[in-house]
């Protein structure tokens, strides 16, 4: 991230100048024509009424921490030394066992880490053991039987995980359950006396702009209460990405490393999100926070709590926003709706008749407008509950009935692009109207890409300044359909383009390194 420097110019500063000497000038000519000397008035005030709006909203903030705090817990987690692989001869001082990969990515602590392993280094013991670990993070009670919430990244991996609350006691946490597709856990604290307990808000109902306080022990600051408001919604900070599968509130309450797991909180006291990720240069607070909404951290803690899992429902369709030349090309006119691009076989979808191209607008009765919007509703669907799904297909509005099954554990493996260059160069074909050279998909390729399983004819080449890179195609890539034929060879990609027209637009279905989506060929 960039930080942005405005320096005021000298005409900015001659017409601040100006202004100023505009308005004194008034002021002494006020001052002049009033009879009574502003020396006997004593100290300016701000008027009642704005005293009196100004304290009301000061005692709401402290009525919302006075509620929060108690609820809001300290996490301490410890790790033993572990024998760390390390390439060459054996351990060396401050050399990094990450090979680049980054341990902190998801957490407020990614930008505390660069490709060459500083601004910190590591330091191994003997025979290459890393020391013990340490940590700290936030929580909250959500129930008086010690159920607390917080965040899978800050107990992963821990061997002891110490709870400590606000008045100074101190457990040490059993039965700790984990979603990393959320970055939520779940964990319980036992004792005879009583616990004090947040409310889960309704993240819903929230609003740009409303009013809330992040609470937590940021950098060991106990019960650390910061305020701001929602400043956007529905943030997603990984795209593309399967393993990923929340959405996001934005805050400009102040958020730093050690708030992670803490709640946000309305000024009922509510819990309406988990904080979970900042965006920053430097690893401190820079006015963007981001904290997992309440609707789904109590989707997930239930289910956690009863299954000691999330159970996803799962339709098997690749799905891509609809917009700009791709809702041309489909002739969407409307605001809203996600395309599919792939119907995958045996699934849930495949039986209930999807195709390809088929524009998804409502599910279970509720309007589509995002592919997030369509796959928050299916996951939290039972399996086998059937839902009414309306698409418009060639301009028609159909509806299908669908009955969603478990999400296959392999889903990611299954459909997530891995995409690398260098495929075969032999058994290809060049277009040079498109600008693209494409090549078969072997078994030899087809491992080395990550496209194993898949059918396709793998891009080997985009000429600079042609209609496939103003489109997007980029080396790597795997055409798997041309409009709606597939396409398995080369021979198959040539006979479907010779039907297509780049006057009228050219659309393919593309798997990528950040998964599938549409790219539409045109002339300009």
Avoid: C
Avoid at 194 to 212: E, N, R, T
Avoid at 405 to 422: E, M, N, T, V
């Amino acid at each position: 991230m960039q930080t942005t420097r405005f320096r005021a110019s000298r005409k900015s500063l001659a017409i601040a100048f100006l202004l100023a000497m505009t308005t004194a000038g008034v002021g002494v000519w006020q001052t002049r024509g009033t009879a009574q000397d502003d020396s006997d008035r004593g100290p300016s005030a701000a008027p009642e009424h704005a005293r009196r709006q100004a304290d009301s909203l000061s005692q709401a903030f402290r009525k919302a921490a006075e509620v929060a705090i108690p609820t809001v817990v300290t996490i301490e987690t410890n790790s033993k030394p572990q024998a760390v692989q390390m390439e060459g001869r054996g351990s060396r001082r401050g050399e990094s066992p990450f090979k680049g990969e980054n341990p902190f990515k998801g957490t407020p602590f990614e930008d505390f880490f660069n490709d060459d392993g500083g601004p910190y280094q590591f330091h191994f013991g003997p025979n290459g053991r890393m020391p013990q670990k340490h940590g700290m993070g936030s929580g909250v009670i959500v129930d008086k039987s010690g159920i607390v919430l917080t965040n899978n990244h800050v107990v992963e991996g821990a061997d002891e995980v110490l709870v400590r609350l606000s008045d100074g006691r101190q457990f040490e946490a059993s039965d700790i359950k984990t979603d990393p597709a959320t970055d939520l856990a779940v964990l319980r604290i036992k004792t005879d006396s009583s616990l004090p307990a947040a409310k889960l808000g309704d993240s819903d109902k929230l609003q740009i702009g409303d009013w809330v306080i992040a609470v937590g022990n940021p950098f060991g600051f106990d019960s650390t209460v910061s305020a701001g408001i929602i400043s956007g919604m529905r943030r997603e900070l990984e795209p593309g990405n399967p393993d990923k599968r929340t959405s996001y509130l934005q805050t400009d309450a102040a958020i730093n490393p050690g708030n992670s797991g803490g709640p946000l909180m309305n000024l009922e006291g509510e819990v309406i999100g988990i904080n979970t990720a900042i965006a920053s240069n430097n690893g401190g607070y820079q006015g963007l926070g981001f904290a997992i909404p309440s609707t789904v951290a109590k989707w997930v803690m239930r289910q956690l709590v009863d299954n000691g899992v999330v159970q996803r429902g799962y339709l098997g369709v690749g799905i891509s926003e609809v917009k700009g030349k791709l809702a041309d090309k489909l002739g969407v006119t409307h605001r809203g709706g996600v395309v599919v691009g792939e119907v995958y076989p045996n699934s849930p979808a495949a039986e209930a008749g999807f195709e390809p191209e088929d524009v998804i607008t409502s599910y279970g009765g509720k309007k589509i407008r995002t592919p997030r919007d369509l796959q928050e509703l299916v996951e939290r669907t039972p399996a086998g509950a059937k839902q009414a799904v309306e698409v418009l297909r060639d301009g028609k509005t159909v509806e299908l009935q669908v009955a969603v099954k478990p999400l296959p554990k392999d889903f990611a493996d299954l459909h997530s692009g891995k995409g690398r260059r260098g495929a075969d160069q032999h058994s290809g074909f060049k277009s040079d109207e498109i600008g693209i050279e494409v090549a078969e998909l072997n078994e030899n390729n087809a491992e080395k890409l990550g496209f194993k399983d898949f059918q396709g004819v793998v891009v080997t080449e985009v000429m600079q300044g042609s209609v496939a890179a103003e489109a997007g195609l980029r080396e790597g890539m795997l055409i798997m359909r041309v409009e709606k034929q597939p396409v398995h060879n080369v021979d198959e990609f040539k006979a479907a383009m010779k039907g297509a027209s780049l006057e009228n637009g050219i659309l393919l279905w593309v798997r990528t390194e950040g998964g599938n989506r549409f790219v539409v060929l045109e002339k300009k």
